[in-house]
Nanobody, 122 residues
Framework: QVQLQESGPGLVKPSQTLSLTCTVS??????????LNWIRQPPGKGLEWMGA???????YYSPSLKSRTSISWDTSKNKFTLQLTSVSPEDTAVYYC??????????????WGQGTQVTVSS
């Protein structure tokens, strides 16, 4: 059973860079045909797919966030990371990492972490 766990700061100041890590256990992040995703859910809103890195290391980003988002991985530690630059209060959300055989956009697709709350505030 694959398990994912998000970690990172719960509070970030406006204009700073948000960095989150997803630690994966029970399976390799480079397993063939899997995509490693970041998804967020702002308060009172639906899920928003942010981006993904696939088993070959190719990256995919939401067009609306592409200019501020970077996803990378550390295969030696079985972790992948999200960086979101120039954050504003609108980036306040619960951030999830998820693994699936395709781009993951909804609960019920793939395996998800429990999520981590990030608040952007001065």
């Amino acid at each position: 059973q694959v398990q994912l766990q998000e970690s990172g700061p719960g509070l970030v100041k406006p204009s700073q860079t948000l960095s989150l890590t997803c630690t994966v256990s029970g399976g390799s992040i480079t397993t063939n045909y899997y995509y490693l995703n970041w998804i967020r859910q702002p308060p009172g809103k639906g899920l928003e797919w942010m981006g993904a890195i696939d088993y070959r290391g190719s990256r995919y980003y939401s067009p609306s966030l592409k200019s501020r988002t970077s996803i990378s991985w550390d295969t030696s530690k079985n972790k992948f990371t999200l960086q979101l630059t120039s954050v504003s209060p609108e980036d306040t959300a619960v951030y999830y990492c998820a693994r699936g055989r395709t781009i993951v956009r909804a609960k019920g697709q793939g395996d998800w972490g429990q999520g981590t709350q990030v608040t952007v505030s001065s």
